[in-house]
C-alpha cells in the first residue's frame, strides 16, 4: 500500500492543505492510551462496547434538550451520540443523497461504543453548541459504528493509515459528495493546542478550502480512491518479485525467522507493549512445531499462553480475558472482554492441552467458557460482543472508572477472607489470606505501577497476577499444588460474589455473525477433547449457536447471512432493526469453519452441507473473479466506492486467510475440483505480501496444508460405540487439516467423499485408515494403536515443566 503514497503524492497534498494531521503529536499520544499499534504492526485493532438498552434510550430522550435521527438505531454507540446537538445521520441513502444535493461535505465519525477518546470528543465538540452549530452549517455529519459497518471502516482507515501511518479511533475523516476522502486524522481537542490546531479550527479550514478549491480536492479525493482501487485489484507485490517468487517452504522458514527474533523470552508474546495476544500467531507457532519438531517454537506459544493466564488479563476470579494488557508483563489491562478474544483463546488453549495434555490448559477453557455462558450468552443460544472496561465504583457514584468492576484493595481482601474464615476450616494452620496474597501478589499499597496508571485510577488497587505458580506457592508455605488450588477457588468464589455486588460494566448485547462463528470453532476443538468431562456440555452449547444462527442470522428467502442482530433482553426474540445488515466475508469464513470442525466433533454430516452451501453463497457473493480472492463486502452494496481485500491477521484472523483453509478441506470431503482451484487462485493473488507469515500466518498455515498434504482418518462401521472410539482418538490431537469420515454402509448418504466408500471394515469390526497423501496405514481395529500412531507424531509431554499439574 506504501506504493500508493508515492503514486498519489498524499504527503504533498496534505501540505497544501496546511493541515499536518500526520504530525499531529497529542492525536499520537492519545492513541497510545487507546493502544493503537504502530502501522509496521498493521494496526492491531482492539473492538469493545457498552450497551445502553436501545428501548431505554428511546424512552429517555424525551429528558434531553435535542434528539437527532440517531435515535432510531440499533446501535449502542449510534445511541450514545442520540442527544448531540449535531445534527447527525447514520450511514445512509438520505444523508449521502443530501451531501451531492446540497454540494456540501460530509464529515464521517466512525468509533464505537467504549472507545474512551470517542467519548471525550463527544465531550469536548459534539456537545458543544457553538461546534455543532459549525458542523450543521457546513457539513452533512454522519455517524458509523465500525462493528456494525467494518466495510466503510476499513476503507477509510486504509486512507488514515496511508497519509498518517497511524490509525485509531475516532476515525475522522472529511468526504466529497461523492464519498471520496480528502483528509482526516482521529481524535482531536476542541481548540487549538500545542500547536495543533483544534477541531473548530479544522472545520474552519477545510470548509474554507472547499468554497475555494472545490475542484481541486474533488480531483484529489478521486485520485485516492483509484489509487486504493488499483491497489486493491491488483496483485499483492509488497515483497517479492514474479521473476523470484518465494515458495511456501522458503516463507515458512523466513518466517520461523522472524518469530524467534521479534519473540519477548522473558514474558512471551511479541517484545514490548501494549500486547495483546494474537492468537493466529500463537497458532501458526503450533503448527510450525507439529511441522518442524523445533521445540523452541512450542516454547513461544506454550510460554506467551502461560504468562497470559498469570497475567491480570485474566480474569482469576471467574474467568474470561481482557483485550490486551497496557503493559509488557500482561499485568495491567484494558479491562474490556470482547467475545472474538475468549472465542480464539478457546482455540489456542485447546491446542495447548492436545499437544501437551497439561490440565491446567484444560482448566482455563472451563473458565473461561463458565463465563462466556453465564455473563455472555443470550437465552436463545447467541453470544453477546462483550463487556466494558469502565463501570461505577459504587451505586451512587457519578462517574465511570476503568477497572473499577475488577480490582481490589487489600483491606477488602482481607476483611473477606476474615468474614468468610469458616469456608477455610478443612485446611487447618494454613494461612489461606497469606496464601491468596502470596499467590496473587496482592500488597497493600497496591500492586499497580503509575506508569501503567496514567490517570490514577488504580492507586492502592491490586489486580491479580500470578509471578509462580501452585508449585512455587505450595513449597513456599509447605503443601502441595492442590490445596493451594482449592484454597485459591474457594477465595476467587468469595470475591466472585462480593464482586457480583458491584455495578456491572455495560454489556454490549450486539450477537455478531463472525465472532459467534469463532466461538463455534472453540468450542468443537474442546468437543473433541477425550478428557474433557464437560463434552455434552459444549456440544449442546454447539448445537444450540448454529440453531441461533439459522434462526435469527440467516434470511432463508435471501440465501444470505445477516451481520448482526440485538438481543436487548432474554425476554423477547433477538431483532435486527428496520433495515437488516447482511453479512460480510468474514460473517461466513469464520461460520463455514466453525461448522467444518463441528462437523467432526458430532459427525453429523448436516453441519457440512451447510457449510457447502454456505461456501457457494461466499463465492457468489464475495469472489473477485478478476484477479482471484474474496472481496470483503458484496457488489450490491453502491454506497461503498471500494470493495476491499483484507491482507492482514490481526485481533481476528482475515476472512481470505479463513477461506483458503475452508475450501482446502470442503474440497477434500466433496472432492470439489471447482473449490480446490479457487484456493490456487488466492494464493496467487496474495503471494507476494511482505513477511506473509508474519502479516499473514493463519494465511501461512493454509498454504502448508495445500503444499504438504492433508490428514485424512476414514473410519468404517456401523453406528456404534467402538466406532465412534475409533474417530474420537483422532481428533483428540492437534493435527492441522485433518480430515474425518466415517463411512458407514447402512448411511451411504451420508459419505461426502464418495471415494471413501472403497474403504472396507476388517473382520467385520469397525475399522480405521490413517492416510496422508493418498498413501495409507494397515488398516487398524484397535484405538490403542491408533493413539499410537497419533501420539508418536503429535503429542509433547515436558516432564520438567513444574505447571504440569496445575
Known sequence: MLSVVSRIGTRNYLKSFNIYLHHNQIARNSLRHTAVQNFDKKISRFLSYTMAHAKSAREDHRKHK??????????????????????????????????????????????????????????????DEETAKIMNEKFINIKVDRE???????????????????????????????????????????????????????????AQKWETSREDLTETGLSVIEAIRKSTMQKRADGDHDDHPMSVEDKFYHAIKIYKKAYDHEYGGTSGSPKFPEVSKINFLFHAFVQTKDKELLELA????????????????????????????????????????????????????????????????????????????????????????????TKDSKEKVEGAFYVWSYDEIENLFKENHDKFKE?????????????????????????????????????????????????????????????LATGNDILHAERNKRPRPHLDRKILTSWNGLLLIGISKIACISENTKRD????????????????????????????????NDESEPTIGTKPIYGYLDDYAF???????????????????????????????FWDSQNGGYFYSEASQSDVVVRMKEDHDGAEPAGNSVSIQNLVLLGAYFEDQNLKEKTTTICNYFSNVSNMGYSLP?????????????????????????????????????????????????????????????????????TAYCCHNKRCTLPMTDAKLIHEEFASKYLYIDESNDDKKD
Not at 446537538?85 to 443523497?97: G, S
Not at 499497580?448 to 491479580?464: C, I, Q, R, T, Y
Not at 461448522?595 to 457468489?620: C, G, M, N, P
Not at 501461512?700 to 474420537?728: A, F, N, W, Y
Request: negative net charge; hydrophobic residues 35%; proline residues 5%.
Open 591 to 621: 461460520l463455514i469453519k466453525g461448522l467444518i470442525f463441528f462437523y467432526v466433533a458430532t459427525l453429523d454430516v448436516s453441519y457440512l452441507r451447510w457449510a457447502k452451501e454456505l461456501q457457494e453463497l461466499q463465492d457468489e457473493y
Open 66 to 127: 435535542t434528539v437527532n435521527r440517531l435515535i432510531d438505531e440499533k446501535s449502542p454507540y449510534l445511541l450514545q451520540h442520540a442527544h448531540n446537538p449535531v445534527n447527525w445521520y447514520p450511514w445512509c441513502d438520505e444523508a449521502l443523497e443530501l451531501a451531492k444535493k446540497e454540494n456540501k461535505l460530509i464529515f464521517l465519525s466512525i468509533g464505537y461504543s467504549t472507545c474512551h477518546w470517542c467519548h471525550v470528543m463527544e465531550k469536548e465538540s459534539f456537545e
Open 148 to 206: 456494525e459497518r467494518p466495510e466503510i471502516d476499513k476503507l477509510y482507515m486504509t486512507f488514515i493509515l496511508l497519509i498518517n501511518g497511524t490509525g485509531g479511533w475516532p476515525l475522522s475523516i472529511f468526504l466529497t459528495p461523492d464519498l471520496s476522502p480528502i483528509t482526516g486524522g482521529t481524535y482531536f481537542p476542541n481548540t487549538d493546542r500545542w500547536g495543533m490546531p483544534g477541531f473548530k479550527t479544522i472545520l474552519a479550514k477545510v
Open 427 to 487: 485446611f487447618g494452620s494454613l494461612k489461606p489470606f497469606d496464601i491468596y496474597c502470596y499467590h496473587y501478589d496482592i500488597q497493600e499499597s497496591g500492586n499497580v505501577e503509575p506508569v501503567s496508571d496514567p490517570h490514577g485510577n488504580l492507586l492502592d488497587k491490586n489486580v491479580l497476577f500470578v509471578n509462580g505458580s501452585l508449585q512455587n506457592t505450595a513449597e513456599k508455605f509447605g503443601t502441595n499444588p492442590d490445596t493451594i488450588a482449592a484454597i
Open 698 to 766: 493463519e494465511m501461512l498455515s493454509s498454504l502448508l496444508l495445500i503444499d504438504i498434504g492433508l490428514h485424512m482418518l476414514v473410519v468404517v462401521g456401523p453406528d456404534c460405540e467402538k466406532t465412534r472410539e475409533l474417530v474420537d482418538v483422532a481428533s483428540d490431537y492437534y493435527v492441522p487439516g485433518l480430515l474425518c469420515i466415517l463411512v458407514n454402509a447402512d448411511r451411504p448418504q451420508d459419505v461426502t467423499r464418495k471415494s471413501a466408500s472403497s474403504f472396507k471394515m476388517i473382520r467385520n469390526l469397525p
Open 537 to 568: 456440555e459444549y456440544l449442546e452449547v454447539g448445537k444450540k449457536l448454529i440453531n441461533f444462527i439459522k434462526t435469527y442470522l440467516y434470511d432463508n428467502d435471501k440465501k444470505k447471512l445477516l451481520r448482526v442482530c440485538y438481543g436487548e
Open 302 to 393: 506454550l510460554n506467551t499462553l502461560n504468562k497470559i493466564a498469570n497475567g491480570g488479563i485474566h480474569d482469576h476470579v471467574f474467568g474470561g480475558f481482557s483485550r490486551y494488557s497496557v503493559d509488557k508483563k500482561w499485568h495491567i489491562p484494558h479491562f474490556e472482554k470482547m467475545l472474538y478474544d475468549q472465542a480464539q483463546l478457546l482455540m489456542a488453549y485447546s491446542n495447548a492441552y492436545k499437544i501437551t495434555r497439561n490440565k491446567k490448559y484444560l482448566d482455563i477453557i472451563h473458565k473461561t467458557f463458565r463465563y462466556l455462558r453465564q455473563d455472555l450468552s443470550h437465552a436463545s443460544g447467541g453470544f453477546f460482543s462483550g463487556e466494558d472496561a469502565d463501570s461505577y465504583p
